[in-house]
Structure formats: C-alpha cells, structure tokens
C-alpha cells in the first residue's frame, strides 16, 4: 500500500509547492529580513501526536518547508474524519491551526501568514492569542515597510501579550515609532526596554539614533557612548559596538570635533568588519586637522588591505595625496602610480565578472547546495572557475531587498529540486507497479481455479456443520437415541430390521425362539443407545465446537486468502490516473517555479551587475583623478627640482663671490693693483652663467 500513501503525500505536497512557489515569486522587493521561528512557541503542551512532532523537529531544524507541508496535510486529513474528535491530532489542532501561519511568516509567506493570522483574530480564541496574532501579524506588515498598518495591527492588542513575546511586542512597537516619525515614544518605550538582556545591544544602540533623530543630541551621543565602551560577549555584539563608534566618529568629524571623533574611531577593533571605514576615519580627522603625517599611519595600514575594498582604493587616493601636502611629491607620484595600476586591475576583474554574470555562473553557483551550508560561502563563491568577484557584492548582498530575492531564489530551486525528485519517484512508483503486475498476473489465474475449488469445499462443510448442529439441537426437544449410533450400531439396527423383513415376508422360518431373539437383540441396541443417549449427546456437543474451532481457522484463512487477493489487485491497479494527474500537477508546478526562478535570478543578476557597474564606474572616476594627479605631482616635483637646484646654483655662486673677495683682500695685503670694475649683481641668471662658466 506504500505507492497510494504515497501517491496522497504527493499530491499535498504538489500543492503545497505551488501555492509556496506563488507565494515567493510575488514577494515585494522591500521585504525585510525574517526573524526566525521561536519553535518553543508551537509547543505548549504535551505531545500527543507524532505527526505534530514531526513539525515540531522540522521547525526546530528551520526546515520550515518539510512543517508547513507536514502540517498542512495533517490539517487537512483532520477535517476529512467522520469522528475527527477520536484522532490525537485533536489536541494539538489550535496549536497547528496557529503554527502554520508563524511558519508561514519564518518562510516569508506573507500572504497566506496574514490570512492564518487574521483568520485567529476573527475567530473565537481567548485574548492572550488574539494578542499575539496581532504582535505576529504587525511583525509582517513592518517587514513589508508598511508601518501604519504594523502599527494599527498593534493598537489591536489589549492587555498584555504573552510574556515570552512581551519584550519583542515593544521593541517592535519602538521601531514603527521611529519609522512614522515619533522618536519621542520611541524613547520612552526604548528606556523601558534597556534591562532585556535578550536585546541588549539593540536597544541601546536605538535609543540612541532616536535620542539623536529627536534633537537631544548630546543625550543620543552619551547612549551610543555607554554602548560603544562596553566589552561584548559575542561576535555580533561587537560588531554592533564597532558600528555605533564608527557612526559617532563620523558625526563628530561632520561637526569638526576632530579630536573627539578620533577617540571614537581609535575604539574600533583593526579585526571587526568596521576596521576599514574606521581606518579611513582616523585618517581623514588626522588630515582635517592639518596633521598629513600622522593621517598617513592608518592610510598606509588601509593600503595594505583588502583590494577590493572600497575604503581601500579610497586610501590609495589619500595616501598620496598626504604625501603632496608634505610637499614630498616624487613619493606622491609613485603612489598614484600604484593606484593607477590597481584601479586598472580591478576595472578588469569587475568588467570579467559582469560578463560572468551575464553568461549566468552567479545564479549557478548560488544553486550549489555549498550556497547555504559553507560558512561565508558569498566570499568562497569567488574562488569557483568563473565565478564572479562576490567583495564588491558584500554590501549589496548584506542588504534586506537582495537577500530576499537571494532567499526566495535557493528556496525556488530547492522546491524545483524537490519537484524533479518527485517526478523521479513517479517514475519509480510506475517501475514498481509493472513489476508487480508482471508477477501477479500470471499466478492469478490458477490460484483463483484453486481458490474455487476450496471454496466449493468449505461451503459443502459448512452446510454439513449447519445440518449436525440442527439435528442435535432437535435431540434436545425430541429424544432420538438412534440418530447418535455408531456406524457398526447403525449397521447392526439395519441388518435387525432386514431380518425383520426377511421374517415378516417368509413366516415359515418365523418361530418364537427366533422372533424373541431378533427382540432381545433389538432390545439390547436400544437400551445401550438410551443408556449412553447423554453422554453422546455432551460428546457431540464438543466435537460440534472443536470443529467450530476449525471452521473458524478455516474461514479466517479463507478471509486472509481474499484479503491477499484483493491486495495483491490493488497493489497494481487503479494508479495509473493518479500518477498522470500527480505528474501533471508536478510538471505544471515545475513550469511555475521555473518561470518565478528566471524572474527572480534576473532581478538578482540586474542588481549584482548594477552594482559592479557602480563600483567600476567608481573606480574609472578614480583612475581619471590619479592621472590628473600623477602629472600634477610630476610637474611639481620637477619644478622643485628646478629651484633646488637654482638655489644650488645660487649658493656656488656666492661661494665663487666670497672667493673673489677673498682673492682681492689677499692681493691688497700683498701691494697688488685691484680691478676698477666692480662683481656683477647677483642674480638666478648671472649666477647660472657663471656656474656654467660662460
């Protein structure tokens, strides 16, 4: 019977694909990232159906496909029940009704997820869920960026929201404040948050930008002060300390307040994902404040980096241009020269890597299955053989808008891939069905002549059984000791009536001596037949039930046997129907996802070739400004080399000057004849005439 379950899973399953494949090929481009599922949520009870179980360890692995599918099914094979009340899914159906709709949002199914949604809050469920359906449903709405329905879906709570949600319930209330515009309540929500250790970090981290976004901006620089001085626990946390010191070093270097922003900038970690802009920073502070030589410090610590980073072709901007400011112009030069070289290097792998996306070897490699299980496999996509060069994607790919178009497009390959092995395991199915009806069919036939020829049997047994149980339930009415004799009894009461016979038809051999002893006989069968009438009577009885014993073995077997024969029918027949609708169905979902999976993966290739456009064009702005720079650094390198060296032609002229001079006091001392004619003034030309010796 495995092939019809299987058969039924699959047709759930098929529209359960296509409904999810709809559901994520018509997601709008600014959807925000998901907050995965709380599993603990859906459990709240004791565990009384496995099925629910299964959904349960699914949604624990966020396999939040295999939970919907699962649930849907159980949902729906619940409903389908004469006595649905009998059935443990009953316990936990509230449960699931709800589930499927949280499930739903962790799968970015915002559609259905609103409809499950308000569906619990239309319904007659007490006000605790009634909350969290709106906390849930305000939560879907504020990923979609339509913050005044998320918050007229929170104004419909009343009461508290279940505690485990309660915090989550105002932080999200605290971000749609900011997003309308009321930092004000977003404060005061905000301060009362700042104890969850749940959210610690994040809240603070608000707080701040809606202190600042309110005016108060020293209250909003003190907030991400405290935040950016603590010491986290966590990669993340630190990377949040990183950002919100890089995001005050940058205001305060707005403001001018150089010395404070570099505090600031000093504070981010050389190793965190804000050591790159945080290293710039520092520069351009140094550099704002007239200090070139302690600006290029973290500028030459930059260069070293990372080539395809953007604060990186920044600096080998800077770098040079510190050293022009020092007047030190030859080393200016060389260094733009070096960033010529590098921005030419880097506009060709860019321009490489538009072409590789345009031949299709993103959306390849973001269809290998190390896409979603190799740690940092956006950066290790670039060492695949024409890959392109993922640096420059970082940002873009770190964005809401392109990691949901990234996740709706695994999550469409992942169902085409489930499809194709669908549509492989029809063809299995089909294998097994022909192998079956190859088997079968022959055997029947004969089996089914032997079939008939027991069953003539058994019913001739079974009338014989019928007429023995009828005959001694009439013994028990009306007492006839000759119908329970034995076979040698029933000959011997024969051969005395044929005597009788004999001796009635011939009279001449009938004498009393011979009539009394035909008579005794007669009268000794029947004494011993009335005297043992009860115990063969009780005899019959057990043997009527042992051979109840048997005809019941008999006719389990005969029912076991029709059981088998029906089974061994049904094993190959009536399926074909079913598996050309499950197919139809499948190659009809397939077509579908295969359509949403070419629009999604252009819509991920336009903005990944929109963003190294971006970046080369960057980069050819760069290499312009580098040229325009390299020659002004030649020219005036060399006219400082021209007026050093005019200042050391000047400098051998006076010392030809106060050697003259010298000559003459020694020619006076001696009684010689002085010129009459006086030195010539000295000037850059004359001096540089004379230097020469013309």
Known sequence: MFPRLACTFAGAFAGTVLSVAMALGSLPISAQAEEPVDPTALETRELKDLFFGEALFHAYQDEYFDAIVGLDTELKQHRLLDDPELDPFSIHYGQAAFAVGDLELSYRMHREAGRAIQAVLEGNVSQPIKNEAAYRLAKIHYHKQQFANALHALEMIQGRV????????????????????????????????????????????????????????EEGILELDGLGRKTGSTPGIQALQDKTNLLLGNQLMKAEEFDRARNYFDRVQLSGPFSDQALLGAGWVEAHAGRYDRALVPWQLLKQRRATDAAVHEAMLAV????????????????????????????????????????????????????????????????LPGAPETHYLLDLMASNDYQEFLRNYQDLNDLFERNKSWLQSLDAFEEIIALRRSYYEPILPGLDVQFRQIDARITMRLEQRQRLASRIDNLLVNRRPELLAKSEETESRLLLENIRNILSSNPQLNSEETDARVARLEGILKFRLSREFDERLTRAYKRLQALDEVIETLQDTYQRYVRSRQAATHSYEGY??????????????????????????????????????????????????????LADSYDRANELQERRQDEQKIEQYRQKVEQMKEAEAAATADGEALPTDNPPELTPDNAEQEASGE
């Open 162 to 217: 279940p505690e485990r949600v309660r915090a989550e319930e105002q932080f999200l209330r605290a971000r749609v404040y900011m997003q309308l515009g009321r930092f004000e309540e977003a404060v005061t929500l905000l301060q009362e948050l700042k104890g969850e250790k749940a959210l610690s970090g994040f809240v603070q981290y608000n707080l701040g930008i809606a202190l600042l976004k309110a005016g108060e901006t």
């Open 320 to 383: 040079p241009y510190a050293y022009g400011k020092l007047d030190v112009h030859s080393t200016a030069a060389v260094n733009y020269g070096q960033a010529l070289d590098l921005f030419g290097e880097q506009v060709d792998t860019l321009t490489h890597s538009i072409e590789s996306i345009r031949e299709g070897k993103l959306l390849e490699a973001l269809r290998r299955k190390e896409a979603s299980q190799v740690q940092n496999w956006v950066v290790e996509l670039r060492k």
């Open 576 to 629: 074909s129907d079913q598996i050309v609708t499950l197919r139809a169905g499948l190659n009809r979902a397939q077509g579908t996802i295969d359509q949403l999976m070419a629009r999604q993966g252009n819509m991920l290739e336009q903005l990944a070739i929109q963003e190294l456009e971006a970046h080369r064009a960057k980069l050819e702005n760069y290499q312009i400004k580098a040229r325009f720079a």
